[in-house]
């Protein structure tokens, strides 16, 4: 039997635009692995992409263009909410499954580490799909920014991806969940607005541990390259300008539990953490 091939696949993966057969060739690709039936090719080198891989699936328009939520009580508007979020996940697994593809010669950890992530966020699209199909509507209705894509674009080496993708926009994402479950809160007696706060839950808590694993691995980057922890400032400063202290309320909890210090949480944070 051949034997699936790292790169390859993750280099396939990556390419696939449609959602289900992306997600049915990364988990055949995942058993594989876990059993350890693959190979690696050490002489290949990554691509650099130049769309994202649901370019062609989904109509990609500018950020400020993609259509806003407004009302949460109507089905249109919980519609568009599901439909960001999913395309918030999606665009997750491409960036777990980019950095195992990218990032080469960190040792099985540092796979097992995204592949665990790009595992959870396919888990994450597919609850959130259900409910969007629930309303009667797909991945895919609606035009989408590729702003995560542009983001690992620009992160070509593991010490900006580490603090842009995980612990900038990720980390952001625990912030951002709290704000949305609240607004939720009100209508919580419809049952699909129930079945949202439930999975947005179960999202918050496992994406407590994909920022906690980009602190491990920005660490480890920051050793590797001889530069201070504090140097993240720099890199969001460079990429997200005047991005902290964050203009809305920082979720201290998750961050304290994903691995930011007390330190980096005064610089963050505009109350206190
Ligand atoms: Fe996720
Ligand atoms: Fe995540």
Redesign the pocket.
């Known amino acids: 039997m051949a034997l699936m091939e790292l790169y390859s696949t993750l280099e396939t993966l990556l390419t696939i635009s449609e959602p289900k057969e992306k997600i049915r060739l990364f988990r055949e690709f995942y058993d594989a692995y876990r059993r350890g039936e693959i190979s690696r090719d050490v002489t290949s080198i990554p691509i650099i992409f130049a769309t994202p891989s649901y370019h062609g699936y989904c109509k990609v328009i500018d950020p400020q263009d993609v259509p806003r939520r407004t009302k949460l009580y109507t089905p249109h508007g919980q519609i568009l909410l599901l439909h960001a979020i999913a395309h918030?996940?999606y665009s997750?697994i491409d960036l777990a499954l980019d950095a195992v593809y990218r990032f080469r010669g960190l040792g099985e950890a540092f796979e097992e580490d995204w592949l665990v992530v790009a595992d959870?966020?396919v888990r994450?699209?597919e609850m959130i799909v259900t409910l969007l199909e629930e309303l009667g509507s797909y991945y895919g209705a609606f035009p989408v920014h590729d702003a995560l894509f542009e983001a690992s674009q620009r992160t070509l080496d593991l010490y900006e991806r580490m603090a842009v993708v995980p612990r900038y926009l990720?980390a952001n994402?625990l912030d951002a969940t709290p704000l949305i479950l609240r607004k939720l809160e009100p209508f919580q007696n419809d049952p699909i607005i129930q079945k949202i706060i439930a999975a947005l839950h179960v999202?918050l808590e496992?994406?407590v541990d994909?920022v906690r694993k980009g602190d491990v691995w920005f660490e480890y980057a920051c050793k590797q390259e001889n530069k201070e922890l504090l140097s993240y400032f720099e890199i969001i400063e460079k990429h997200y300008p005047n991005s902290f202290p964050r203009k809305v309320d920082v979720n201290c909890d998750a961050r304290k539990r994903a691995g930011f210090d007390h330190n980096e949480l005064a610089k963050i944070s505009l109350n206190r953490c």
Request: proline letters at 0%; aromatic letters at 8%; charged letters at 45%.
């Open positions: 918030i996940e997750a959870d966020e994450h699209f990720e994402g999202i496992e994406e994909h």
